[in-house]
């Protein structure tokens, strides 16, 4: 069984929390780093989000709103993306759509495949 998520004090991941998206763009941008390993996003609006090189590893992400976002550059194992909104989104080659679907409706955590 894995850990319930984690609400962290993590300054980066409390932007997320607050669905301050731009600014936590700017903050990655200019090489601060940030802890979202197994963090708590459920429901959020996180579209806009630039998650080339997160950590999303474990990251609940249930109902949350994924819609646009690149994550062929984000480590989204043990993630799990129940319900949701993932339209136009992108996802790591490693994830097979059998697992990208699986999550999405039954809230398994992805697993990569290679």
Do not use: W
Request: charged share 30%; net charge negative; glycine share 8%.
């Amino acid at each position: 069984m894995s850990p319930a998520p984690e609400i962290k004090t993590d300054p980066l991941y409390q932007l997320l929390r607050d669905e301050n998206i731009e600014e936590f763009n700017s903050r990655k941008e200019k090489g601060e780093a940030c802890d979202l390993v197994g963090t708590d996003l459920r429901s959020m609006d996180l579209r806009g989000l630039d998650a080339i090189g997160l950590d999303m590893s474990r990251c609940y992400l249930r109902q949350a709103d994924l819609r646009g976002i690149d994550f062929r550059m984000t480590q989204l194992e043990g993630a799990s993306i129940k319900g949701a909104k993932i339209s136009g989104a992108y996802f790591p080659a490693s994830l097979s759509p059998e697992e990208i679907t699986l999550s999405l409706l039954h809230g398994t955590c992805m697993r990569r495949t290679e």
